[in-house]
């Protein structure tokens, strides 16, 4: 059984850097064709997709977010990790890992981790 778990800090204090990880079982981050997402939800917004890494370990980012973003993982813990930096009251959100079957095409998530920004 495929999981996914969160984990973080809740509060962060605008300007510094938001650090994430998400705890990957039931299959490795390595496999073939599938690729890991962060994906964030403002009070009253729709879903942000955020990033991804690969199964090769490449990345993409959301072009808004390319200065502040960057994505990495630990292969040895099955885990892969959201850096945010400066971040601002805007960026406070419900914050999901989520695995790409590809395309898109998202079908498994974590149960997502509250973030609030405020000094």
């Known amino acids: 059984q495929v999981q996914l778990q969160e984990s973080g800090p809740g509060l962060v204090k605008p300007s510094q850097t938001l650090s994430l990880t998400c705890t990957v079982s039931?299959?490795?981050?390595?496999?073939?064709?599938?690729?890991w997402t962060w994906i964030r939800q403002s009070p009253g917004k729709g879903l942000e997709w955020m990033g991804v890494i690969g199964y090769l370990g490449s990345t993409y980012i959301r072009p808004s977010l390319k200065s502040r973003a960057s994505i990495s993982w630990d292969t040895s813990k099955n885990q892969f990790s959201l850096q945010l930096s400066s971040v601002t009251p805007e960026d406070a959100a419900v914050y999901y890992c989520?695995?790409?079957?590809?395309?898109?095409?998202?079908?498994?998530w974590g149960q997502g981790t509250q973030v609030t920004v405020s000094s």
């Open positions: 989520a695995r790409d079957r590809g395309s898109g095409e998202y079908d498994y």
């Open positions: 039931g299959t490795s981050i390595t496999t073939k064709y599938l690729a």
